[in-house]
């Protein structure tokens, strides 16, 4: 294997020799020209060098990355392809100082023939692979570890591995107290003493510990003995099903945030441009619609046309929600009592505003100001968090992002009035859901469903 892998970043290093000289007859009809000097020259002769070097960055010779689908195996060639290219151009701008000498239209066919040559040497690879049945050859180039713990986070380590050919691990043993599954080539072992004996005689490289609280392993003994086998160990906390764990650096030190939503800082990113491009389509788009219903709202009751409610956004930080009128003007003291569906305060425009969703139409205002999100856990008035943070287990998780216009919950039923506690515990589980399930095509997907087929109350997962 390690062979296989030399040969294949040799002859990618070789492939930028063949490129520029392709590129050279093109552009110059020979590769030397008295225009344009020996600069061309120099980097053919360098390029193969520099491959070597950098490519390897690009992930194209990990173990396992030939195993994936044609497209990434693509952007991996592509990506080691313009790291050849910048640092060429870097060493012809900062090293020769011969910038204006350099034909930008060679390089640039230099970059496009290295890429498909270097495309085409992988399809001939990968059929030598087969005929030769060196594909065989791959488990044994992964480093070989051994597992110890409880059954579910030893099962789901070792699913996880066999389905990921890009790992680079492969289990050999198990120390479980538990059916491990379908997995016949790793050994199930017993006792602490056989896992011993087995790393030792067969040169485990590593050892992974997935401690439970309700095992009774004694993991102290468990390290001492395996540090005498000269393995690498290494300790996984296994953390609650019902907690979603990320691992970061907090002061320096290793901490878990226990209660992390899946969404990280480039999710976040795509969703706030998202978020943003869309309202801002939308408010324009729909500008004579919403002028018209404000007119509606103005003609049919005195009174503002938006109604301004502060709800909880992300953190729980309080915000103004904008919504169309909907209802007459009437004043509560220290409650908030929620619309029902034959709502005697409600108005004429305001029932139909409401029927057809059209009164969240202003939230888009939100969203663009960074309270809120297109898609999200629908925001509760401030009152009604209070009450329902005392009622429902984790149902302040819903903050962890940013409330939304419309949601996982609503496509899947959940909307308007919440009159009994079940019918908010499912909200909430269908919002937790979401968080923990994140995805921008989700996102895409809710926006479409919402947009094209309503609020049907059929389930969608």
């Known amino acids: 294997m390690l062979l296989r892998i030399i040969t294949l970043r040799l002859l990618d290093a070789l492939v930028w020799l063949l490129a520029g000289e392709l590129a050279a007859e093109l552009v110059f ?23 070597w070097l950098v490519s390897p960055a690009a992930g194209q010779y990990r173990v396992g990355w030939d195993e994936e689908g044609a497209l990434k195996i693509a952007g991996r060639i592509l990506l080691g392809c313009f790291a050849t290219f910048a640092c060429g151009i870097i060493i012809v701008y900062i090293v020769l100082h011969q910038s204006h000498v350099l034909s930008r239209l060679w390089w640039g066919l230099t970059l496009l023939f290295a890429f498909a040559l270097s495309g085409m040497l992988r399809i001939v690879a990968f059929g030598v692979d087969r005929r030769a049945g060196f594909r065989r050859g791959i488990r044994s180039y992964k480093r070989r570890i051994a597992v110890m713990g409880s059954e579910k986070p030893v099962k789901a380590l070792i699913n996880r591995l066999m389905n990921d050919a890009d790992a680079g691990y492969r289990v050999e043993a198990a120390l479980c107290d538990a059916d491990i599954g379908a ?14 004996t087995f790393v030792y005689q067969h040169h485990i490289r590593e050892v992974w510990l997935m401690p439970d609280p309700e095992r009774v392993y004694d993991w102290r003994e468990a390290i001492t003995r395996l540090e005498n086998t000269a393995t690498t160990l290494r300790w996984f906390p296994v953390m609650p099903a019902a907690v979603t764990e990320k691992f970061g650096y907090c002061a320096g030190a290793p901490s878990f945030e226990l209660n992390a939503a899946v969404i990280d800082s480039k999710g976040v990113l795509h969703k706030t441009l998202f978020d943003r491009l869309f309202s801002l389509v939308v408010l324009l788009m729909l500008s004579p619609l919403l002028s018209a219903i404000a007119v509606a709202i103005k003609l049919s009751s005195p009174g503002p046309v938006l109604f301004r409610q502060l709800r909880h956004g992300v953190g729980g930080k309080a915000f103004t929600c904008l919504k169309f009128r909907t209802m007459k003007l009437h004043q509560e003291q220290d409650k908030v009592t929620q619309a029902k569906t034959h709502d005697p305060r409600t108005t004429k425009v305001g029932r139909f505003l409401r029927k057809t969703s059209l009164d969240e139409l202003p939230q888009f205002i939100n969203v663009l100001m960074g309270d809120m999100s297109v898609v999200g856990p629908r925001p509760h008035a401030v009152q009604h968090n209070d009450y329902y943070s005392h009622e429902i ?55 479409f469903w919402t947009a094209f087929r309503g609020w049907s109350g059929k389930h969608v997962y």
Not at 186 to 191: H, P, Y
């Open 29 to 51: 009809g020979r590769l030397y020209h008295e225009d344009y000097g020996n600069v061309h020259q120099t980097l053919i002769y360098l390029s193969p060098f520099i491959t």
């Open 393 to 447: 287990q984790r149902y302040m998780f819903r903050h962890k992002v940013k409330p939304g216009i419309t949601g996982w919950a609503q496509i899947n039923g959940c909307r308007g009035e919440t009159d009994t506690l079940d019918k908010m515990q499912r909200r909430v589980d269908l919002d937790i859901y979401y968080i923990r399930h994140w995805s921008f095509w989700l996102d895409v997907k809710i926006v």
């Open 183 to 196: 997995a016949p080539e790793v050994n199930k072992l017993q006792t602490l003493e056989q896992l011993e």
